[in-house]
């Protein structure tokens, strides 16, 4: 199973694009009416700022109202859709644990420690047929841990300091791959100990994204999610 956020990535950037350089247009339109003292060129500036931003607002939020939620299960894929290609993630393990490293110098967690796995692969079959083997570097990532009751965690800079000292993988999610290359990173989280229903949201953690139509930043947009307690009681993934 798998899903995507945005659908349609070339059409929607390119509606945002627009949208802004229509909107500077008509900025300008008002600044020349005011600098003229040109109530006709100024009212039309101000009419067309008023009338494209309304359209587009009321187009985002509509697309928004219209979007469900989703909780991938083992094995599911998230792709995030860039204009030429797709960078897609999955969560290959995840287990919990009351206290990390070696025996005599372990680090007890404040309620539980939850290690994820996510491995982070470049879908050589979503690349254009013009773009090469020219190595990509994701927009820039944000994992947060949910709960059933809608708290939210982000990943424990100390837990996963003291994880690299165990010698697992850190690799940064936004590091940079080829078409058909991948890596895993593991997160370390620090929850409570009654959380529940545990589920991973990974985003982009851009500005513009919560303006882009159809995204999952976007204004009353539901997210996609993996669902941590299904992996935790699967084998990891490997392949």
């Known amino acids: 199973m798998s899903a995507s956020t945005p659908h349609f990535a070339p059409v929607v950037v390119l509606l945002f694009l627009g949208t802004i350089l229509l909107l500077c247009i ?11 003292r040109s109530a006709f060129f100024a009212k039309l500036g101000a009419g067309a ?16 109202l219209a979007s469900s939620e989703e909780t991938l299960p083992p094995d599911g894929w998230k792709y995030f859709c860039e204009i030429d290609c797709h960078i897609a993630y999955s969560l290959t393990r995840a287990q919990t644990a009351g206290v990390l490293g070696p025996e005599m110098q372990q680090t007890s967690a ?11 692969w470049f879908d050589e079959r979503t ?37 690299a000292g165990l010698g697992q ?38 500005p513009e994204t919560h303006f882009v139509i159809g995204h999952e930043n976007s204004f009353l947009h539901k997210k996609i999610y993996f669902d941590v307690d299904a992996r935790e009681r699967k084998p990891e993934t490997t392949k």
């Not at 008509?26 to 003229?36: D, T």
């Not at 420690?113 to 996510?118: D, E, G, N």
């Not at 690799?171 to 991973?200: C, H, I």
């Open 127 to 163: 690349i254009s047929t013009r773009r090469g083997n020219a190595p990509l570097t994701p927009n820039r990532r944000k994992a947060l841990l949910f709960d059933d009751a809608g708290r939210s965690y982000a990943p424990s800079a100390a837990a996963e300091a003291e994880f």
């Open 110 to 120: 404040k309620g539980k420690f939850v290690l994820l796995r996510v491995k982070t």
């Open 169 to 206: 993988s850190l690799t940064p999610l936004g590091q940079a791959l080829r078409p058909g290359e991948s890596y895993t990173t593991d997160l370390v989280f620090d929850v409570p100990q009654d959380a529940r229903g545990l589920r991973l949201l990974i985003t982009e953690d851009d």
């Open 26 to 36: 008509g900025v300008l339109v008002l600044f020349y009416g005011a600098v003229r």
């Open 49 to 64: 700022v008023a009338t494209i931003a309304a359209g587009y607002l009321l187009l985002l939020s509509g697309v928004s």
